[in-house]
């Protein structure tokens, strides 16, 4: 299939081995809609999804008031929920400067595919999404030749790379599955084969 090469940079890869592909466009875009639909499509084929999003701006995912909340705010650096069903862990940087996405890559431990959003200049292999009425800058295509897609609700400039339909999550999720070399067997028969 025209495109699918691999890029020129060593693809990352989590402690599990998991093959790692970014979402990226500009804002607006509809990345975070693509992500969500992804997820659910790869998850019914059996691949045990991860997913990484990257933000901007500050943010909690513990609650006023809750347990967790209140062990942060007494001045833990990293706090761990743990129950029966999930875990979550919130840690405070305080100054510290983000981690790479090559560390926190290493986080990851139980996943066949991990789909990063955002991390737009990061050298990982990246489907670009562009949608009318978003907000544009440059295509990433043009300079970043880890672009291996573009995912557009129009028709566009690719560059040499296969152009999706943005709405077409099978599509998009049998591109990527074919480019990772990952094949489901059905979520019934226990989960994936990797070719």
Same mark, same amino acid.
């Given at each position: 299939?025209?495109?699918?090469?691999?890029?020129?940079?060593?693809?990352? !890869?989590?402690?599990?081995?998991?093959?790692?592909?970014?979402?990226?466009?500009?804002?607006?875009?509809?990345?975070?809609?693509?992500?969500?639909?992804?997820?659910?499509?790869?998850?019914?084929?059996?691949?045990?999804?991860?997913?990484?999003?990257?933000?901007?701006?500050?943010?909690?995912?513990?609650?006023?008031?809750?347990?967790?909340?209140?062990?942060?705010?007494?001045?833990?650096?990293?706090?761990?929920?743990?129950?029966?069903?999930?875990?979550?862990?919130?840690?405070?940087?305080?100054?510290?400067?983000?981690?790479?996405?090559?560390?926190?890559?290493?986080?990851?431990?139980?996943?066949?595919?991990?789909?990063?959003?955002?991390?737009?200049?990061?050298?990982?292999?990246?489907?670009?999404?562009?949608?009318?009425?978003?907000?544009?800058?440059?295509?990433?295509?043009?300079?970043?030749?880890?672009?291996?897609?573009?995912?557009?609700?129009?028709?566009?400039?690719?560059?040499?790379?296969?152009?999706?339909?943005?709405? *077409?999550?099978?599509?998009?999720?049998?591109?990527?599955?074919?480019?990772?070399?990952? !094949?489901?067997?059905?979520?019934?028969?226990?989960?994936? *084969?990797?070719?």
């Amino acid at each position: 299939m025209r495109g699918m090469t691999e890029p020129d940079t060593p693809s990352l !890869r989590a402690r599990s081995g998991a093959r790692v592909i970014g979402i990226v466009g500009w804002k607006n875009s509809g990345k975070t809609t693509l992500v969500e639909r992804l997820i659910a499509e790869l998850s019914r084929r059996g691949l045990r999804i991860a997913s990484i999003k990257h933000a901007h701006h500050s943010f909690d995912i513990d609650h006023a008031g809750t347990d967790s909340d209140r062990h942060r705010r007494a001045g833990a650096g990293e706090v761990l929920v743990i129950s029966r069903r999930r875990w979550a862990m919130i840690g405070e940087l305080d100054g510290i400067p983000e981690p790479p996405l090559t560390e926190v890559l290493g986080w990851f431990s139980h996943a066949d595919l991990i789909l990063v959003e955002g991390y737009k200049s990061e050298p990982i292999p990246k489907i670009e999404v562009r949608r009318t009425g978003a907000s544009h800058g440059p295509p990433l295509t043009g300079t970043d030749p880890q672009v291996i897609a573009v995912a557009a609700d129009s028709s566009a400039e690719t560059h040499g790379r296969p152009l999706l339909a943005l709405d *077409d999550f099978a599509a998009i999720a049998d591109f990527i599955m074919a480019w990772a070399g990952l !094949r489901s067997v059905g979520a019934a028969a226990g989960g994936l *084969d990797r070719r």
